[in-house]
């Protein structure tokens, strides 16, 4: 399992593959759940904590903030859950001991050192609008915003990845897919 | 380089210093450009959380691959303790000694669960069918109640139907049409889906599969706190 680890790279998760992203997740689980023991959560929540913390450290791959792996995908998956542990005993009012707040603050900024976007505020209403409009377009517009949007992808990444030919057909495919979801969300 | 232009640079992180200053100028003076931009910003955390949602829904069948695979050697960990306790004893010393006494733990802890849906008073001259059925229900009288329950399911508004009827069968000693029944409450979410999942798990005791049985009892500890502390106890004499 290790071995598999350490040959695994950011730009190998960038491709977006659904194989290495399971993979990875698999390869760090143990691993997770016996390090949140010390929390005592149950079973339930440690899985819950560890898949957002999983899912938190894979955007921001895919978003391009983790340019290389400083520290080691075990590393950023602890520092992200302890986060989330600490996050969700301090909404569930169960401080653990008095310098509780202040490690809760460390946790943070280290996390912020690391350039993470922990991103953990829930969607505007207009932002519910457009998730769910945007669920309603085709797959082709849906990929080509998502590489826009959430890849952050370049007209030029993403002539080089996809079928698209050139700068223009991937300008006029963008605002026919942008005017399409406009068009559908005015008419909501 | 047109107001589009510097949008498409903003989101792929390639503005110039330069785009950059004209970037703010715009947003400050620009109401159009900044509406555009606040557009744009929101599609790109709809986005997002739409992302967010696949993934989660990959890992959630990961999860259940997982726990699948838990089982299944937990399975054959445990059939290869029990053989070898087998061939050391023989047979009947292992089952004299050894086993689980699945039958006494259900008896133990099997109750009938009391009507707490269908108020029966005297005054309730009204004849319905389910007055009937719990009726019989509550005199036990579990093949009436079932058949007026039959004739009541039809009615999809009460969704403790399906676990009176896994009841009246469990009264009449019918496993299998009982632990159907409380499969569809837990898997539709109806009323009573803590209740059905401990006698999901008495029903697994009583099937002897210990292994299913703790199964259900750590996922109704986990989520509700109905029987918590049977289930605890009943959890330790499993294991």
Redesign the interface.
């Known amino acids: 399992m290790h071995r598999v680890q350490e040959n695994i790279t950011v730009e190998d998760l960038k491709k977006g593959s ?1 194989l290495l ?2 993979r990875v ?2 390869d760090n ?1 143990n691993h997770f759940i016996n390090f949140a023991k010390k929390y005592h959560l ?3 929540d440690t ?1 819950d904590v560890y ?1 957002d913390a ?2 938190i450290f ?2 921001n791959v ?3 903030k983790v340019e290389e792996f400083t520290s080691s995908i075990t590393t950023y998956l602890f520092s992200i859950g302890k986060y989330l542990i600490f996050d969700k005993m301090k909404k569930n009012k169960k401080t653990i001991n008095p310098d509780f707040d202040l490690s809760l603050i460390r946790e943070k900024e280290e996390l912020e050192d690391m350039n993470l976007d922990l ?1 953990q505020e829930a ?2 209403t ?3 609008l ?2 769910k409009h ?2 309603t377009l085709g797959k082709k517009c849906q990929e080509l ?2 590489l ?3 890849r ?4 030029k ?1 993403i002539i080089e990845t996809s079928e698209y030919t050139s700068e223009n057909v991937v300008k006029s495919a963008k605002s026919r897919c942008m005017k399409t ?2 068009e559908r969300i005015n008419s909501n | 380089m047109n107001n589009q232009e510097l949008l498409y640079h903003y989101f792929s992180n390639s503005l110039t210093p330069e785009q950059e200053s004209v970037f703010k100028k715009l947003l400050e003076t620009d109401a159009e450009f900044k509406a555009e931009f606040e557009f744009e910003k929101g599609l790109q955390k709809a986005i997002k959380s739409h992302e967010t949602d696949r993934l989660k829904a990959m890992l959630n069948e990961v999860e259940t691959k997982i726990n699948k695979r838990h089982n299944t050697v937990f399975n054959y960990r445990n059939l290869a303790i029990a053989a070898s306790i087998a061939i050391l004893f023989g047979w009947f010393g292992y089952n004299t000694f050894f086993s689980t006494n699945y039958s006494s733990l259900y008896e133990d802890n099997f109750t009938e669960y009391p009507n707490t849906v269908y108020t029966i008073t005297r005054s309730d001259d009204a004849n319905s069918i389910e007055r009937e059925a719990f009726v019989a229900y509550e005199t036990k009288n579990y093949q009436t109640a079932i058949e007026k329950f039959e004739a009541l399911s039809a009615d999809e508004t009460k969704d403790y139907l399906n676990f009176y009827k896994a009841q009246a069968y469990l009264g009449m000693d019918n496993i299998q049409e009982a632990k159907g029944l409380f499969q569809q409450v837990v898997a539709k979410n109806e009323s009573f889906v803590a209740e059905a999942t401990w006698y999901l798990a008495l029903i697994a005791i009583k099937e002897k599969d210990k292994s299913l049985a703790v199964s259900y009892l750590e996922h109704l500890m986990a989520n509700y706190s109905y029987n918590k502390d049977k289930a605890q106890a009943l959890l330790k004499e499993l294991n």
């Not at chain 1, 952050?152 to 007209?155: E, H, K, R």
Request: charged share 25%.
């Open positions: 659904e992203f399971k997740y698999e689980r149950s079973q339930e899985i898949q999983y899912i894979y955007n895919m978003q391009g991103d969607l505007t207009e932002q519910v457009l998730k945007f669920a915003l998502t826009f949007y959430y952050g992808f370049t007209i990444d979801l406009k």
